[in-house]
């Protein structure tokens, strides 16, 4: 049973919240927070969204996005703290974690599947298609008002991670969330058009040097692409541009393993950002774990540092036997 009623009274409890999600926050991510910010905020009570790394084009038409913050000052204490869509350690936190753990109270709400309880309330629940399922189910049991601007947020994290009710973690409790969601005012359409749908003009055609540099290899069942610092200067655009690329590569025919590497060059010196996705059965996220990464068994990612060649040659080699590896089974 969901931790309903100490989550109902840790929001009668405490006056101010902190929330924040993983680092790079997808339409999940996102679409969680804010929904969950407007539903303390409606309850009167004061509520602050953090995300260190912004918001992507493809959540900025939700309402209230703008009033996501960076950080906030230095020593501020809240009197508890929410980190949702993630597994609460420092590394996928995006944010830095003095606030959470000042909080006089943690709650953790997640459905990655390599989550641990670690917090003073944790609902980590790995069949669950999105975290915005998991608020949305909260905010019914809780009986909080769900209004169009949160409805449309938490359809945009079921959109996301979904990838807009196509892929096999669809459920019938999704639809019916979706369903309801519309019902109280979300706008389907909107999501699914900015989720999957709307690029900028040099994503596009990022997305087509991406394709033309794509490899086949393993008779077919892995395809990937890697776009080097030079790739992206020609077009005169940066990683934000290279979003859904890797789902074109999985659409391939015969392909069961997709692989998008981007090269980057910062203060961290020379990596690579490493997106995957997979059949089910063969666990791209225990494939990122290998590399320090994570997430779903059919979409993950991870960072790899060192010069761009060597990282490319190390992960397909790597994936090539992967294909051919028993891999464990994802437990129901
Ligand atoms: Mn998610």
Redesign the pocket.
């Known amino acids: 049973m969901p931790p309903f009623d100490l989550i109902r009274a840790a929001i009668e409890r405490h006056k101010t919240f902190y929330i924040t999600t ?1 680092v790079g926050p ?1 339409g ?2 996102i679409g ?1 927070a804010l929904a969950l910010q407007m539903a303390l905020q409606n309850a009167g009570k004061r509520a602050v969204y953090v995300s260190r790394d912004g918001v992507p084009h493809s959540s900025r038409f939700l309402a209230g996005h703008e009033r996501i913050e960076l950080d906030v000052p230095i020593g501020q204490k809240f009197d508890c703290a929410w980190v949702l ?1 993630c597994d609460g350690t420092a590394p996928r936190v995006a944010s830095r974690m003095e606030p959470i753990e000042l909080a006089r109270e943690r709650i953790l709400i ?3 599947r390599t989550s641990l309880p670690t917090f003073d309330i944790n609902w980590l629940d790995p069949n669950k ?4 399922q998991m608020i949305y189910e909260l905010l019914i049991a809780l009986e909080m008002k769900i209004t169009p601007a949160m409805a449309t947020a938490l359809m945009t ?1 079921l959109s ?2 979904t990838g807009h009710f196509r892929f096999p973690n669809t459920t019938p409790d999704s639809l019916r969330a979706a369903a309801h969601l519309i019902e109280l005012g979300a706008d389907n359409s909107l999501v699914a058009f900015k989720q999957f749908d709307e690029r900028s003009f040099s994503s596009n055609k990022l997305l087509g040097v991406a394709m033309q540099k794509s490899q086949s290899e393993h008779d077919g069942e892995l395809i990937y692409t890697a776009i080097a610092v030079r790739d992206f200067q020609s077009i005169g655009t940066g990683d934000e541009s290279s979003e859904n690329i890797v789902n074109f590569l999985r659409n391939v025919r015969g392909a069961r393993m997709a692989i998008c590497m981007r090269e980057r060059r910062d203060e961290s010196g020379p990596h690579a950002r490493i997106s995957v996705r997979s059949e089910e059965g063969l666990r791209a996220d225990l494939f990122c774990n290998e590399f320090g990464g994570g997430g ?1 068994a059919a979409a993950a990612g991870c960072r790899q540092s060192g010069e761009f060649e060597m990282v490319v040659e190390k992960i397909i080699k790597r994936a090539k036997q992967w294909i051919d590896e028993p891999h464990p089974r994802i437990a129901n």
Do not use: L, V
Not at 129 to 132: E, R, S
């Open positions: 993983h997808d999940d991510a969680s869509d997640d459905h990655h298609p999105a975290t915005a994290g996301c991670d779903h």
